[in-house]
């Protein structure tokens, strides 16, 4: 150990003394390229051969062009002084060849408008090609070339249409919502012990809610009445439904599909243990529990069937809903424009189930 001290104090001193003689910019430039030989490293850890790119060549080749051979012999330089020779020469020679390139005046840049115009028909309707996207631009009287449009997209980073067209199942449900119902059975254990079993639908567009009927004993002749109930209130609404999404829970019998079926409303079932494939009741299911279930206490059959259908009607009307920006599924009031009817605001509030849900509204 001592050993090898006294020969880095030797080798260092030797380093010292052949710095006296250089300069003070040769010195900088010297701790300007190993600086950024260490950040040269640093980036590609782990990898077995150290690349430059083109700003790296560029900054060691002016920074070394100036120094003397004799110091760049001696400095630990990533490559030969040989290739940094040749970078220099290649950056004088780039730069020479944009001074000699004549300046031709080309093509005026596309109207911004345009731009915009392109790229909105590229979002609503993914499975358009550029071509299709031109056609469209002539049709409105939108006069531009076909590459201009390409040049659009590709500056926008937008696949080509081919990998656009793939739908994704969330937009497929989104646009197959009107004819898509959901139903589930989903549990709750009143004061005394007993449990109960809540059957719910929810139509997918609307994201009304329809509570068929809670019963402690979920036989196949209460499900089968409780479907017969749905088909009339559907028929009495004129809803266009077609599909019900269900689990294979074995409380539903076959005569439950079948009721459906005769009403033109085909049963699908979701995959073993996937509860994604029925999202949008697991989610109104999470909410009842998070709203109403686990704020209050359940006596009997009667007292659930009262708290429910309370909370049916507050969430068919009152209460706002996400996929309609914040509105209730009923329409929504005019909203205040004038500066003293926003100064004085009377609110009314309306208590349901002793205080458990709460409706604001203006007063009379």
Not at 220 to 229: G, K, V
Request: aromatic letters at 8%; one cysteine or more.
């Amino acid at each position: 150990m001592l050993l090898r001290l006294a020969y880095l104090t030797v080798a260092n001193t030797f380093a010292v003394l052949r710095l006296l003689p250089a300069s003070d910019h040769e010195k900088d430039a010297e701790i300007l390229v190993l600086r950024h030989q260490i950040v040269v490293l640093e980036r590609q850890l782990g990898e077995r051969k150290v690349r430059f790119t083109a700003p790296d060549r560029a900054l060691l080749a002016a920074l070394l062009h100036r120094l003397r051979p004799k110091t760049l012999r001696r400095m630990r330089l990533l490559v030969r002084p040989e290739t940094v020779v040749r970078w220099h020469r290649d950056l004088i020679n780039k730069r020479h060849a944009a001074w000699s390139r004549p300046k031709r005046p080309g093509r005026p840049p596309t109207v911004r408008s345009i731009r915009i115009l392109v790229l909105r028909l590229v979002r609503e309707n993914p499975g358009w090609g550029y071509r299709r996207v031109h056609g469209e631009l002539l049709t409105l009287g939108v006069k531009v070339a076909a590459s201009t449009v390409w040049e659009i997209l590709k500056d926008a980073g937008i696949d080509p249409a081919p990998e656009r067209a793939s739908s994704t199942w969330a937009a497929f449900l989104r646009s197959q919502a009107d004819a898509l119902l959901a139903c589930d059975f989903f549990e709750t254990v009143t004061v005394r012990g007993t449990r109960m079993y809540v059957l719910a639908v929810i139509e997918h567009y609307s994201r009304r809610i329809h509570v068929l009927g809670a019963t402690a004993h979920p036989t196949a002749s209460w499900a089968t009445q409780a479907a017969r109930n749905l088909v009339m209130d559907l028929q009495d609404a004129q809803c266009r439904a077609r599909y019900l999404i269900r689990d294979r829970d074995g409380k539903f019998p076959d005569l439950f599909d079948a009721i459906f079926a005769d009403a033109g409303i085909n049963v699908v079932l979701t995959g073993v243990r996937m509860p994604r494939m029925n999202a949008l009741m697991e989610r109104w299911v999470q909410t009842c529990r998070r709203e109403l279930l686990d704020r209050t206490l359940i006596w009997n059959q009667q007292h659930l069937l009262h708290a429910l259908r309370e909370f049916e009607d507050f969430y068919n009307t009152h209460r706002p809903h996400r996929r309609l920006s914040g509105a209730p599924l009923r329409p929504a009031p005019e909203p205040l424009t004038e500066s003293n009817q926003l100064q004085q605001l009377a609110i009314f509030r309306r208590d349901r189930l002793g205080g458990i849900l709460h409706e604001y509204q203006h007063a009379a």
